[in-house]
Structures are given as structure tokens and as C-alpha cells.
């Protein structure tokens, strides 16, 4: 099993800035992908960023730029710094991670990014 944990949301004002973290614990591996996703009400699910193992990255064209993944170095909590919000960006935000045994949700933590 796989346990994520995030934290670090809230209430910002356009143009502000938030650090979320995801906390991760039990059968995850270094070689396992991690990623941010966020989901808006009346909206799908949508891809943030993703950090591989190597630390590759990759990132949504409406956040390059502005949003950073990042990981400690023992990959048990990933990062995104979140700049210069817009009020569009409200959502829950959820970490997740890809293993052989599928695919792991935290709980979500909401943003709110007031005008």
C-alpha cells in the first residue's frame, strides 16, 4: 500500500504564491513516477506536473513558466511552488504516483485564488 498526504493549501490572491506537499509512505520506490493533478468543480481532472525518477519533468503549457516540481532527496515528499496564481486555478489539487500496483491518490487540498 501507498499513503500520500498533502498539505499547503489555501487562500491566496491572484497573483500570489503556494507550496503544496505531498507526503509519501509505504511501498513507493525512487523509480516510481509523482505527479500533481487538479480538479476544478464541473471539470475533469487535469495533469499538472510529473516528476519522474531522474528528475525529469513535464508540465501543463498553461502552468510552464509559473509552477515548479520538485522532490527531497529521498523522494518521500514532492513539491509544487505555484506562482502567480490566477483565480481560474481554483481546484483541488492532488498528488499522486504511478507503481506496479497502480495508481495512488491523496486526499486533495484545496486552492482558492481570489480576484
Known amino acids: 500500500q501507498v499513503q500520500l498526504v498533502e498539505s499547503g493549501g489555501g487562500l491566496v490572491q491572484a497573483g500570489g504564491s503556494l507550496r503544496l506537499s505531498c507526503a509519501y509512505s509505504?511501498?513507493?520506490?525512487?523509480?516510481?513516477?509523482r505527479g500533481w493533478y487538479r480538479q476544478a468543480p464541473g471539470k475533469q481532472r487535469e495533469l499538472v506536473a510529473r516528476?519522474?525518477?531522474?528528475?525529469?519533468?513535464n508540465y501543463a503549457d498553461s502552468v510552464k513558466g509559473r509552477f515548479t516540481i520538485s522532490r527531497d532527496v529521498a523522494w518521500n515528499t514532492v513539491y509544487l511552488l505555484m506562482n502567480s496564481l490566477k483565480p481560474e486555478e481554483t481546484a483541488v489539487y492532488y498528488c499522486?504516483?504511478?507503481?506496479?500496483?497502480?495508481?495512488?491518490w491523496g486526499q486533495g487540498t484545496q486552492v482558492t485564488v481570489s480576484s
Open positions: 499522486n504516483a504511478g507503481t506496479v500496483l497502480g495508481t495512488y
Open positions: 509505504g511501498r513507493i520506490f525512487s523509480s516510481n513516477a
Open positions: 516528476i519522474t525518477s531522474g528528475d525529469s519533468t
